[in-house]
């Protein structure tokens, strides 16, 4: 995603529909090259043009693209990786999953000496050998465009073969029956890391509270910890205290 189709949807997500010309006109770009940034998003899942219109098309039903998910809720994010900090250890072994969230976590693990992770991430282990001196593995598997996760059966054959301390993952919905994904093969890879785990963090900003996705990721107490960047409604509060999933979140 280039920096003028990035500067569409920042458009897009203030108006969510404006008419293509008026598009070209704003950004200062013809028509042709607006057109053509425009088929690119749609592509993507991202918008959706119609009779000289382009809007802003973010459903349920997709996955965002990974480079859009990348620079979304910043703050809370770093908010939510510094609290899931406080569970880790020199020594410890981890399963991290592909998502953005985190990828906010990697550099904060530099500190810890003798790490052993496994993910699924492309840009996860990236940034790991950037910032960890961890010893790391990465799954086999395939990936699809606009996803930064490697997923498929030869993944969810590799993560078996592990038995971790702690698997840190995230999910890109919630609501009163549990945790929830767009993709199906994320949703069962991110499953088999929960199972091969002895503890879990589901790391989770206040933008995902009360959507559901169609695939069905866990139950509340399948996981250990729940972390966010604030308080939960009530409701989901005593859900998850029911479920023994204990919600952290930063004091006031």
């Given at each position: 995603m280039?920096?003028?189709?990035e500067h569409?949807l920042?458009?897009?997500?203030?108006?969510k529909?404006?008419?293509i010309a008026?598009l070209?006109n704003?950004l200062?770009?013809?028509?042709?090259?607006i057109r053509?940034?425009?088929i690119?998003?749609?592509?993507?899942?991202?918008?959706?043009?119609?009779?000289?219109?382009?809007r802003l098309l973010?459903?349920n039903?997709?996955?965002?693209?990974?480079?859009?998910?990348?620079?979304?809720h910043?703050?809370?994010?770093l908010?939510?990786?510094?609290l899931a900090?406080?569970f880790?250890?020199?020594?410890?072994?981890l399963f991290?999953?592909?998502?953005?969230?985190v990828?906010?976590l990697?550099?904060m693990?530099?500190?810890?000496?003798n790490?052993?992770?496994?993910?699924?991430?492309?840009?996860?282990a990236?940034?790991l050998?950037?910032?960890?001196?961890?010893?790391?593995?990465?799954t086999?598997?395939y990936?699809?465009?606009?996803s930064?996760?490697?997923?498929?059966?030869?993944?969810?054959e590799?993560?078996?073969?592990f038995?971790l301390?702690?698997c840190?993952?995230?999910c890109?919905?919630?609501?009163?029956?549990?945790f929830?994904?767009p993709?199906?093969?994320?949703?069962l890879?991110?499953?088999?890391m929960?199972?091969n785990a002895k503890l879990s963090?589901?790391?989770?900003?206040n933008?995902k509270?009360?959507?559901n996705?169609?695939?069905?990721?866990?139950?509340?107490q399948?996981?250990?910890?729940?972390?966010?960047?604030?308080?939960?409604?009530?409701?989901l509060?005593?859900?998850?205290s029911?479920?023994?999933?204990e919600?952290i979140?930063?004091?006031?």
């Amino acid at each position: 995603m280039n920096t003028r189709q990035e500067h569409i949807l920042e458009i897009l997500k203030q108006k969510k529909a404006i008419a293509i010309a008026d598009l070209s006109n704003l950004l200062a770009y013809s028509h042709s090259t607006i057109r053509r940034d425009l088929i690119t998003l749609e592509e993507m899942g991202l918008v959706q043009r119609e009779k000289g219109f382009v809007r802003l098309l973010m459903t349920n039903s997709k996955e965002k693209h990974f480079k859009l998910r990348n620079k979304e809720h910043i703050p809370q994010k770093l908010t939510i990786c510094h609290l899931a900090k406080d569970f880790l250890t020199d020594g410890m072994s981890l399963f991290l999953d592909s998502s953005s969230t985190v990828l906010q976590l990697c550099p904060m693990l530099a500190h810890y000496k003798n790490l052993t992770i496994v993910t699924n991430g492309i840009e996860t282990a990236y940034a790991l050998m950037q910032n960890t001196t961890a010893e790391l593995f990465i799954t086999g598997g395939y990936s699809r465009e606009g996803s930064s996760g490697i997923v498929g059966e030869s993944a969810l054959e590799y993560i078996k073969q592990f038995n971790l301390d702690l698997c840190i993952l995230s999910c890109s919905g919630l609501d009163e029956k549990g945790f929830y994904e767009p993709s199906m093969q994320q949703a069962l890879v991110k499953k088999q890391m929960l199972e091969n785990a002895k503890l879990s963090l589901m790391l989770c900003d206040n933008s995902k509270i009360y959507t559901n996705y169609k695939f069905y990721l866990s139950a509340y107490q399948n996981i250990d910890y729940l972390i966010t960047d604030k308080v939960l409604p009530h409701s989901l509060m005593e859900i998850a205290s029911r479920a023994n999933c204990e919600v952290i979140y930063p004091l006031p």
